[in-house]
């Protein structure tokens, strides 16, 4: 996505959103990809160490930071930054799973499950789901209990409602 050539291309990096509607983020970046998307106490977060040096005007992240504030103004529905999320290979499945679930829905980890062609791995799903180093680009907060209640969110369940409140009031408002 970026042109930049410069050497903070090549190296992981970051970049600190301290205002946002979920609160302070931070966007890592490892190369020309997004890294990790991390929100204040984020459950399965690296340490701040492994976040490189903060870079407050790097093209990719000021480009991300810039998409992510579209998506909380209601501007903004599908992310176009390419990711690289560090996982297994099936966290990698259940996380590119989340991308195809569509903006202001939800499904439940079993729908998740059969949707990327393991139907009988509700459970594992899960434990991927809330390993998402991604959050917000890659929707884990649309994934709901079976009944449909708001279970476990690396971000916490303050933030995950927030984020699908945010979502359905833009969806509403373009239906009337």
Known sequence: MSDNNDSTTATVRHLRMPQTPVGPIVL???????A??????HRHAPEVTQ??????????????ARQLS?????ERE???VPVSPRGTDFQRLVWNGLREIPYGQTWTYAQLARHIGQPTASRAVGLANGRNPVSIVVPCHRVVGSDGSLTGYGGGLDNKRALLDLERSHTDSALF
């Open 28 to 34: 890592v970046a490892d190369g020309d990809s997004l």
């Open 36 to 41: 990790g998307v991390y929100m204040h106490e």
């Open 51 to 64: 976040f490189g040096p903060e870079i407050a005007d790097d093209p990719f992240l000021v480009g991300v």
């Open 70 to 74: 579209e998506y909380f103004a209601g």
């Open 78 to 80: 599908m992310f176009d």
